[in-house]
Structure formats: structure tokens, C-alpha cells
């Protein structure tokens, strides 16, 4: 099946008084129709970069310094605000980490999903209302029909994230980009939530792209799974593989890193050293000075993603030219 | 267990008077609005060990560690810190620094002003436990290195750290008084999980060498397992079950303790599906009669609206209090542990 | 050597070059204040020592005028003082009352603005309350009341002495507020971040803690107001001078030479207040602007 979403090459960049910095480098991925694709990586990695250039939401002065990003075959990386704007909402739905950024404070909720669902699906005032009461009773909002006429801040945390999602699904959009939907949330509230997300996506057929930090989640939501790190891929494939056989030494680390909920443990595994700053990413493979399988090859040539069984990762393991023997003095010594 | 615990604390309570300005409240009738951020909680921490308190926010968590060290006074109960009233120890220099704190945020636990060598000898210098200017800044060279830092850091301004070197700064403050005690308020939250892991891997480390008792605050029941040798579970400002952290976790009592754990996503994929507990965690300005959980538990009956539940050994052997009608009365028997918990919310 | 190179490379530094306007009211605001300064050095004429007056120097026209005299680069007045030398002698003495004024209504105010923000509840009440109600009186207001009460309670000699502090006491007095105010809303944030609460953990002494915690992280905003402010004072102290209630005449300021230029706007001797005016207004439009630079090169959501 053709993907809905495809993302090649992509590059942003961010010019600064010291020099341009590149956020972004070399990003593809896609996501097929009905698909979760969950993006991961520590702060910085650009997991959330990724979904503001797919929505064009990039803060300024980033831009798109390469690449194509393509919905259902057509470019829309390079189109007007105008233009974008009229995609986003009706095409692709956007959620964001804090409901109050989303939500307009001076309209109740109800003003505001009838406004989306005139202006997408150019139905009149009586009927938009109708679909708004639907959605808030489908995102589990008690009372519907009452709640409709308050304004956000009269909703609690979780609920309010209720709304943005029932804001972000009321077009129907067919790509839903999710941007750490349940971080600002407690845990047994961000467990309604992913359990929402996910019965909608299923029961509507709509694509995912879920950015978030946290792997529970991405393992409890996503189908497929990109790992980032220091703006680039490092590893892509079926969440049960990255999650149970991680290929790249990064995403080895810290699936290892995360602490088991079921046992204790005496030493937690740990990887060294921090991500480098978007200023100072090494030569070679970004994550050469923290990885435990470093060799020759990884200081002076940056990896594609490699195909390694059904996942594919961006390290040079994985590629049969590479003298990966030969090094091992170097590491130890 | 005749020694003396490094820290107790007897029906702890910190009300926050949250009303709106005197003229306001007036013109629209209103009372006044109280906060119960904590509400009457008990718990004792032996010397080396670590209780932690976990909870949702709001839960009062963070109120406990700041009246705990002081931060605030108490509205009612005790805090005695090696036997000792609170507020007398406090008075005294020589107990005063062997308490100390670690903060959530890297980014606002370091003046932004001071360079790091000065953070790190703010205690030393006001303890005056250092003869010598030479003396000072080879202890603050041996805390940094202690931390896995290096000791030419101390030249250094706190921006021009990542947010794991600048939470390793701030345990680097708080060891340099040679504490026993350390209170530890959400110290990996802020942080990326491969940091979490430094950081977690170099409190436990230091815990072994130097004999620290931690009181830890954390929302994360994974980072808690980790680390704690008892945990106590809070809910709007209560404590709704404490006990050692094997037998929380393999027994949880409290409806409330299970929920939690059930909430949690796990990495095992078993393809499990979870029923998340319904409802949300209610305004502590009004909290419910009785038994706080009541209105989100399954098991709640008519006692749990109208009597409070107090914290009491779960079965007469076991070492876990619950503070639960339905555990006491034997109501929950026969849960199976992947369970039930109600919902309404998320139904679709 | 090494600060210096700091300067260069900060992002102040930065943003400041790439604003041309910033850097051409840098240049203006240098000039003012070095002819200032150094006029006693830089002035064609001492205006202020009348053996040298001569009445037949008087209404001289600026230089370039058919009947000028080179002597007199901007003219001379009805005393036959030399107008540049005068403005430059005046700027000395609205820049020192500006100066004066602004640090004296900073110092007052931040110590207030610290004391309410730090210690809150009652305390911060009274004095804000305080601080509301000096602010519903206008300044100009404020100081001739100041200078009136002055000038009734000491005798002329006396007063003429101190009216400089008299002066310099009314402005600042009227602007503490201001600094009051913003330095309290930071204060309220800074004392309840974890560094403040990690000091009294440690059992550090509040006024401490005020001192050397919190006050440095609350002075950017306070340096912006302060050049806002001077611009401010400058202005109050033309007016007063202006409305003769500033400055002795004995030492003419900025407004004292409008007030005097004034009489002779219409009768031809136009340069005579022109001159001051125009000194007046590319003195506190070149500071006003730097302040505004200032302002948006320190906030960070601008960045």
C-alpha cells in the first residue's frame, strides 16, 4: 500500500550568529494508512522537530534546508502558510504536550470545535454543534452536552487533553501527529488518554505519528518505531523488535537504561557521556563517542540506515564491509 | 530496632490558605478556601535506608520533603529529626548540615550567577568547615570528581552544563556538609531516562559509601523500585499505604496502589490490556469524605464515604499498612492481580 | 584582557552591532555625556565666569549667520554667554541630576521592591500600597511639591545651596515605584526557585540570601529601567528648571536655558533656546532609544 505519509531526507536547519545548525539531517521515514509510528530519543534528539516541520510549524528561524516530506504523494513541505494552514486541521490533526497552548481561552470548547468542523467539512451551525457534542462524548467527556458551552479552563489537566484531541480528530484528518500527548499528564490519567488515542486511530483508520520520550508509551501505541538521536535516525523498525532486539548500540542503551517496573536491580545499565550539543556532533556516526562497539569505520563515516533483520539501523555493524574486528585494541586500550 | 530513626514524623499536616484577597472574597460571600496539601501522616526512615513517597501530582509529595528539612512549619503534627523537635535541630548549625536536599529542576536549583566552584562550597563556607581557602577548594575538587565531574568544572558557569552534570552539581552541593540525610524531591524527573540512569546508579553508589538515608519523592513507581528500601503510597495528601517496596510490589493492598500499577505501560508487550482506573484525582480544597479514594474505587461502600480509614497493619503478619475499609473488613480477597479496577471515562 | 574578549563575543554585544540605530544613539548619548563631562576642558568660554561677560558679546547669531562671530560657534545670549559652552555646561548639570536622581530612586527602590517581593504578606502589602499611591500623583507633581516644601521651610541661602539634592531628591522620589514594582515581581519569582530554597536548607540568613542570591538575578530589568528612568529624570529636571523651580540660576541647566531662550523665541534670537532644545532632545531620545535596546536584548522570548 502506497504511504500516506512519506518523509525523505529531511533537513532543517537552524542559522545562528555562530554558524548554521543542523537540527535535522538526512530524516526518512513513512507511515502507511491506519500505521502508529512512535518517534523516540532524549531531549534535543529532534523527535518534536520532526513533527513541527511535518505540520510547518517550525519556530522560526528553522527552516527546511533539504529534503521532501510528501502527504498521500503530494509535496506539501514547500507550500504557503496559507496553504498549510488549510492542510493542517483538515488533513493532518495536531497534539500538543500542553492542552492551554491549543485551546483558545476566550472561546468555550464548543465554539471552537464548531468553528474546525464549519470550516473543514463546511457543515452549518446546528450540525457542527451536533458533531462537537458527539466528539466530546466519544474522547469520554461526562455531561457532553453541557460541558460543550464551558471554556478550557474550567476543565481539569487530563480532561482538557480530552479536548485537544477531540480539536485535533474533529476533521478528520488522516495523519494525527502527537507530540508527547500524555507527558504533562499523571499516570493513571496518560493511561485514559493512550487508551483513547489508540481506540480512535483503530476504530477511524487514522495514521499516527506519536513523539514521546517515553517508551511504555510508544510500546503500549505504536506499530513501528524510529529511534532518533542528535537529529538523525538511528534505528527504524517494528516496535517489538527495537523494543525486545534493539540493533543500534544507541537504542540498546537505552531500552537498557529504562528501569524495570517488575524486578530491582543493582546497577542500572547505563549509557556514558550526554548527546552532543546540535554545535558540536561528531564526524562519523553522531553517536561514536559514547557507543561501546565503536570502531574505525564509525569516527570517519556517518552511517546510512542498514537493513539487519526486520529492523534497519544507522551503524556500521550491520554493514559487511566494515572491518569491525580489527579495532578492538583501540576500544580497550 | 532500638535505635532511634534519623527522621520520624507523627501526624504530619501543612494546610495552604489559598483563598482570594480579603476584599474579594468578602464582596462574593465566600469562606475561606484551605488547602489540605498534607493531611496526618506518620512514617519512620532508619538510619541508611530509603523510604520514598510516590504519588500523582497534587498528591502532597513535595510538601512532605519540604516540611521534612523545614521549608515550611508544619500546620500540625512533629517532625523529629535524630529524636530532636524539628524546629530545636534546625536552630542548631551542627544539625542543620547534616540534613540536606536535592531539587526536581537542574535548571533553577543553581544560581545562574554563581560559578560552580562557589554552588558546591556554599554549604562548606557556611558551616565553616574548612580551616583554609586551599582546604576549601580541595574538597570542592574532590565533591566534583566524587561525582563523577571534573574538578576544573568549578571554573565553570551552570549554563554551560547538560541538565544530568547540573543535577550531579547539585548532589555535589549536598554532599559537601557531610550529611546523613538527604531529602531528594523528584531528582531524575527532569532528566532523559540513559541520564536517569546515571544519576540513580551514583545516588545508590554513594548510599553504599557513605551511609546516606534518602527520603525520595518521585511520581516514577519504576525509579522507586529501584531504590527504596520502604515506599509509602500518598493520595491527596495521605498516605493510603506504606510497605516495604517487595511487598508493595508484589502484594499491593490499596485499590489505589494497584491502580497505579496498572496505569503504568509497561515494556513487556505481553498484550495485556489494561483498564486504566477512571476519574480523576479530586481538588484537596474539597477532598471527599471518608476515604479519599472512595469516589474512583470499586470496592468503596458506605463506610468508605463516611469513615476516614486509618493506617493499619494489612493482615496481622504482614509488615504493610493499608490504610483501606475494604482490606481491613477482607473485602478485597480474591482479586486477581490483573484486574478490574472500574471505568467509566474511557469507554468507548 | 580577557573580559574584553568576553564582551566582544556575548550575544549583547552581538545584537547591539546589528542595530544601527542602537549603535548611531550610542555614539549621540557619548558625545552628550563627554561634552558634558569634560566641558570645563572642551568649552570655547567659561559662561559661568562673568568677568569675562561682555554685554556688547550679547545676541551674537551662530556662526554661520551673516553677523556671526567664530568665537561664538551657536551665538551668545542676552548676557553675551557663549550658547555652546552654556549647553555644554547645562547638559553637565541635567546629566548629573539625572544621574543622581535615577541611582537614588534605584537604590530606594529596588531595597523596597526586595524587601516586599522576599518577605511578602503585610510587609509587601503596606509597602506596595505605598508605591500605588505615589504612582496616582504625577511626578511633575511630586517634585514641585517636594521643591515648594523645600523652598518654605529652609531660608533662600540655604536653600540655594541644597537645591541640587533638593532637585535630585524630588525626581528620584517620585520614581522609586517603578523599580519597586518590577523588582518585587521578580523577586517573587527568583525566591521560590530551588537555588533560594537549597540556600535555606542550608540555614543561610534571609538578608543573605537577598543579598547575594536573589538581587543579581533580579537586576536585568532594573538596569533597563534605569536608562529609561534617566531620560525620564532628565526631562522632569528641564521641566522644573524650566518652570523655575529646579536648579539655581547660578548654575543654568538644559531647561534653565530654554526657560531664558524663550523670552527671545520671537523676538529673532531664536538660537537661543533652539540650541538647548536640541541638545535636550539628542541627549534623551539617544538614551531612551539605547534603553529600548537594552529591553528587547535582555528579554529572552525576543531572542
Not at chain 1, 529492523?311 to 559487511?320: I, P
Not at chain 2, 563523577?148 to 565553570?156: A, V, Y
Not at chain 3, 558634558?36 to 559661568?48: D, G, Q, S
Request: proline letters at 7%.
Amino acid at each position: 500500500m502506497a504511504p500516506l505519509l512519506e518523509v525523505r531526507d529531511l533537513r532543517v536547519e537552524f542559522p545562528t550568529r555562530r554558524g548554521i545548525l543542523t537540527a535535522l539531517d538526512g530524516v526518512s521515514f513513512s507511515i502507511a494508512p491506519g500505521e502508529v509510528l512512535g518517534v523516540v530519543g532524549e531531549s534535543g534528539a529532534g523527535k518534536s522537530m520532526t513533527g513541527a516541520a511535518i505540520i510547518g510549524l517550525l519556530e522560526p528561524p528553522g527552516r527546511i534546508a533539504g529534503g521532501q516530506i510528501l502527504l498521500n504523494g503530494k509535496r506539501i513541505d514547500n507550500l504557503r502558510y496559507d496553504q498549510m494552514r488549510r492542510i493542517r486541521g483538515r488533513e493532518i490533526g495536531a497534539i500538543f504536550q500542553d492542552p492551554l497552548t491549543t485551546l483558545n481561552p476566550l472561546y468555550t470548547v464548543g465554539e471552537q470545535l464548531v468553528e474546525t468542523i464549519r470550516t473543514h467539512l463546511g457543515l452549518d451551525g446546528a450540525e457542527a454543534r451536533k458533531r462537537a457534542i458527539g466528539w466530546l462524548e466519544m474522547v469520554g467527556i461526562p455531561a457532553a452536552a453541557q460541558r460543550v458551552d464551558s471554556y478550557p479552563h474550567e476543565f481539569s489537566g487530563g480532561m482538557r487533553q480530552r479536548v485537544v484531541i477531540a480539536l485535533a480528530l474533529c476533521a478528520e484528518p488522516k495523519l494525527i501527529v502527537a507530540d508527547e500527548p500524555t507527558t504533562a499528564l499523571d499516570v493513571s490519567i496518560q493511561a485514559q488518554v493512550i487508551a483513547l488515542l489508540k481506540g480512535l486511530a483503530r476504530d477511524k483508520g487514522t495514521s499516527m505519528m506519536l513523539v514521546t520520550h517515553d517508551m511504555g508509551v510508544i510500546a503500549e501505541t505504536a506499530d513501528r518505531v524510529a529511534v532518533m538521536y542528535a537529529g538523525r535516525i538511528a534505528e527504524i523498525g517494528p516496535v517489538r523488535e527495537v523494543v525486545k532486539h534493539p540493533k543500534h548500540p544507541y537504542s540498546a542503551g537505552l531500552m537498557a537504561s529504562i528501569p524495570p517496573l517488575d524486578r530491582k536491580v543493582e546497577h542500572l545499565a547505563q549509557i556514558d557521556g550526554a548527546m552532543p550539543r546540535l554545535s558540536a556532533i561528531p564526524r562519523g556516526c553522531a553517536f561514536n563517542p559514547r557507543c561501546p562497539e565503536v570502531f574505525a569505520r564509525c569516527l570517519v563515516e556517518r552511517p546510512a540506515l542498514l537493513a539487519t533483520g526486520a529492523t534497519e539501523a544507522a551503524c556500521w555493524l550491520y554493514d559487511a564491509a566494515s572491518e569491525k574486528h580489527a579495532p578492538e585494541a583501540m576500544r580497550h586500550g | 530496632m532500638a535505635e532511634t530513626p534519623i527522621l520520624e514524623v507523627e501526624d504530619l499536616a501543612r494546610y495552604f490558605d489559598v483563598s482570594r484577597p480579603w476584599l474579594q472574597r468578602v464582596l462574593a460571600g465566600e469562606g475561606k478556601r484551605i488547602l489540605r496539601a498534607v493531611d496526618g501522616i506518620s512514617f519512620a526512615i532508619p538510619r541508611g535506608t530509603t523510604l520514598s513517597l510516590v504519588g500523582e501530582s497534587g498528591c502532597g509529595k513535595s510538601t512532605v520533603a519540604r516540611l521534612v528539612v523545614g521549608l515550611y512549619p508544619p500546620s500540625r503534627g512533629h517532625v523529629r529529626f535524630e529524636g530532636m523537635e524539628l524546629e530545636r535541630a534546625r536552630a542548631i548549625a551542627e544539625q542543620r548540615r547534616r540534613m540536606q536536599m536535592i531539587f526536581q529542576d537542574p535548571y533553577a536549583s543553581l544560581n545562574p550567577r554563581w560559578r560552580v566552584k562557589d554552588i558546591v562550597a556554599e554549604p562548606i563556607r557556611a558551616f565553616g568547615m574548612t580551616p583554609s581557602a586551599a582546604a576549601q577548594q580541595a574538597k570542592v575538587a574532590e565533591l566534583l570528581t566524587q561525582v563523577g565531574l571534573s574538578p576544573l568544572d568549578g571554573e565553570k558557569f551552570p549554563h554551560e552544563f547538560s541538565g544530568g552534570q547540573r543535577q550531579r552539581i547539585s548532589i555535589a552541593r549536598a554532599l559537601s556538609s557531610n550529611p546523613d540525610f538527604l531529602v531528594c524531591d523528584e531528582p531524575t524527573s527532569a532528566l532523559d531516562v540513559s541520564v536517569q540512569a546515571q544519576i540513580l546508579n551514583l545516588m545508590k553508589d554513594l548510599q553504599a559509601r557513605l551511609g546516606l538515608t534518602y527520603l525520595f519523592i518521585s511520581h516514577n513507581l519504576a525509579v522507586v523500585r529501584q531504590v527504596s528500601d520502604r515506599i509509602g503510597v500518598m493520595y491527596l495528601g495521605r498516605l493510603v499505604e506504606l510497605a516495604p517496596a517487595e511487598t508493595l510490589f508484589t502484594t499491593p493492598r490499596h485499590p489505589y496502589t494497584r491502580a497505579l500499577m496498572e496505569a503504568i505501560p509497561d515494556l513487556e508487550m505481553t498484550g495485556r490490556q489494561r483498564i486504566p482506573v477512571g476519574g480523576e484525582v479530586p481538588s484537596p480544597i474539597s477532598p471527599p469524605s471518608g476515604c479519599p479514594f472512595h469516589p474512583r474505587c470499586p470496592l468503596a461502600n458506605d463506610r468508605c464515604k463516611a469513615e476516614r480509614p486509618g493506617l493499619i497493619p494489612a493482615r496481622a503478619t504482614e509488615q504493610s499498612l493499608t490504610a483501606c475499609h475494604a482490606v481491613e473488613e477482607g473485602r478485597d480477597g480474591g482479586l486477581p492481580a490483573a484486574q478490574r479496577i472500574g471505568t467509566t471515562a474511557t469507554a468507548l | 584582557m580577557a573580559a574584553i574578549a568576553r564582551m566582544i563575543d556575548s550575544d549583547l554585544f552581538w545584537s547591539f552591532r546589528r542595530s544601527p540605530v542602537t549603535v548611531i544613539s550610542a555614539v549621540v548619548a557619548l558625545i552628550c555625556v563627554l561634552g558634558a563631562v569634560l566641558a570645563p576642558l572642551l568649552a570655547p568660554h567659561n559662561p559661568f565666569d562673568v568677568a569675562t561677560l561682555n554685554l556688547i558679546d550679547a545676541f551674537k547669531p551662530p556662526a554661520w549667520a551673516a553677523e556671526g562671530d567664530a568665537a561664538y560657534p551657536l551665538g551668545s545670549d542676552d548676557q553675551g554667554r557663549d550658547v555652546l559652552s552654556a549647553i555644554m555646561y547645562g547638559a553637565r548639570v541635567s546629566l548629573l541630576v539625572g544621574f543622581c536622581a535615577v541611582l537614588f530612586s534605584m537604590v530606594v527602590g529596588v531595597s523596597v521592591g526586595l524587601l516586599a517581593g522576599y518577605a511578602g504578606g503585610a510587609v509587601d502589602g503596606l509597602l506596595m500600597r505605598i508605591a500605588d499611591i505615589q504612582l496616582t500623583f504625577p511626578n511633575i507633581l511630586i517634585a514641585l511639591l517636594v521643591d515648594g516644601i523645600a523652598r518654605a521651610a529652609l531660608p533662600s541661602d540655604v536653600h540655594d545651596r541644597v537645591a541640587l539634592f533638593v532637585v535630585i531628591f524630588a525626581i528620584g522620589i517620585s520614581a522609586w515605584p517603578q523599580f519597586a514594582r518590577t523588582v518585587r515581581g521578580s523577586t517573587l519569582v527568583e525566591r521560590n526557585k530551588e537555588y533560594v530554597l537549597a540556600a535555606r536548607v542550608i540555614g543561610i540568613s534571609q538578608l543573605r540570601i537577598m543579598l547575594t542570591h536573589v538581587l543579581p538575578n533580579v537586576l536585568g530589568p532594573v538596569l533597563v529601567i534605569a536608562t529609561l528612568g534617566l531620560s525620564n529624570a532628565i526631562i522632569s529636571e528641564a521641566t522644573l528648571s524650566y518652570l523655575g523651580a529646579g536648579v539655581p540660576q547660578t548654575q543654568p541647566s538644559l531647561g534653565t536655558l530654554i526657560r531664558i531662550g524663550n523670552d527671545f523665541l520671537f523676538s529673532g534670537e531664536w538660537w537661543i533656546a533652539i540650541f538647548p532644545g536640541i541638545a535636550l532632545i539628542a541627549m534623551v531620545l539617544s538614551v531612551n532609544l539605547l534603553g529600548d535596546w537594552l529591553r528587547d536584548a535582555l528579554n529572552p522570548r525576543l531572542r
